[in-house]
């Protein structure tokens, strides 16, 4: 497998995670997203998206950092990052989705490149942009997190899950932009438990061979 990322990206981050979970080895090409190398033509032939990550697997290319995960655990089922339960499969896709569909999206590179390039915001209010939603949006999960009766030492329980792989990611980011985390005592623990497991800790964007 060959997995197309950037040390900084939570998405790859998440992809990441999921494959040392899984005990899978891989073959990093990096692309530099400041430098625009996701934007050349040989990468938008196999991403039309332009986007990080994507997997290759054999001749075939998989995008979208929760699809990988999902693919990565149907091939390679233990450990599994979803629980058997229909209902709380479910909720674990919500709040990974809560996170890498509803917080991140917004607060991705091109979109603050766009909002001081184009739309002419200051670097502070760029910054206030992104604070602004990560702190809204990490707030609706810490609430998720404090009333779910399944909470445990990770989102859902005693192991990792999907959700995890996206929360770690976001937390790094948010604390990157100084986001004020004070009120999400429950996402931080989390959070910080997993940046304490292998599998997590290999997946830090300055564990990476392409870490500036």
Request: hydrophobic letters at 40%.
């Amino acid at each position: 497998m060959r997995l197309y990322g950037y040390f900084r990206s939570s998405a790859a981050y998440r992809v990441r995670i999921a494959l040392n979970l899984k005990g899978l080895d891989y073959d990093l090409v990096p692309l530099h997203l400041q430098k625009n190398e996701h934007l050349s033509a040989d990468y938008a032939r196999l991403n039309p998206q332009k986007l990080l990550p994507a997997l290759q697997v054999g001749d075939e290319i998989i995008t979208q950092s929760l699809a990988i995960v999902e693919y990565l655990d149907e091939m390679h089922p233990t450990p599994a990052l979803l629980p058997q339960a229909p209902l709380l499969r479910a909720q674990v896709r919500a709040m990974a989705l809560a996170i890498a569909c509803d917080i991140h999206p917004i607060n991705n590179l091109r979109v603050l490149r766009y909002l001081v390039h184009d739309m002419g915001l200051s670097e502070d209010k760029k910054n206030q942009w992104y604070r602004h939603w990560v702190e809204t949006g990490l707030a609706a999960v810490e609430q998720t997190l404090t009333n779910s009766p399944h909470t445990g030492a990770f989102c859902f329980g005693d192991t990792p899950s999907l959700a995890d792989i996206c929360l770690l990611p976001q937390v790094y980011n948010a604390r990157r932009f100084n986001s004020d985390l004070s009120g999400c005592p429950t996402v931080v623990r989390i959070a910080d438990h997993c940046a304490t497991l292998d599998a997590f800790a290999r997946a830090a964007p300055d564990k990476q061979p392409d870490a500036e």
